[in-house]
């Protein structure tokens, strides 16, 4: 399995939800290896190897390119603040483009 990809389904809440009925709970929440074994990840193509290791790589890049841009701080940000400064001013033009005045001539 893709390292990556593990970590990436053990952030899911359905992971998360699914660990959470084999923490033994005390004064110390613990999570013991019998009970991380109950834990099911899905994985793609499960019946080939190869298939499966190369649909996990696409979801790592869509995920890593997804996280650069949502938490980039010189890429994505920059990038979503003109966006929608362009999409204001063509909704504030729409909004303020009133038909001309039609001029009767008596």
Do not use: C, W
């Amino acid at each position: 399995m893709n390292p990556k990809f593990v970590s990436y389904v053990m952030q899911t809440a359905a992971f998360i939800d699914e660990k959470a009925k084999h923490v033994s709970r005390g004064k110390v929440n613990r999570l013991l290896i019998s009970g991380l074994e109950k834990v099911n990840i899905p994985v793609p193509f499960s019946d080939d190897p190869e298939k499966s290791l190369a649909e996990q790589a696409r979801i790592v890049a869509i995920l890593d390119k997804f996280d650069a841009l949502t938490n980039s701080i010189t890429e994505g940000l920059p990038r979503e603040i003109e966006l929608r400064q362009k999409q204001y001013a063509y909704y504030r033009d729409l909004l303020l483009s009133f038909p001309k005045p039609v001029v009767v001539e008596a």
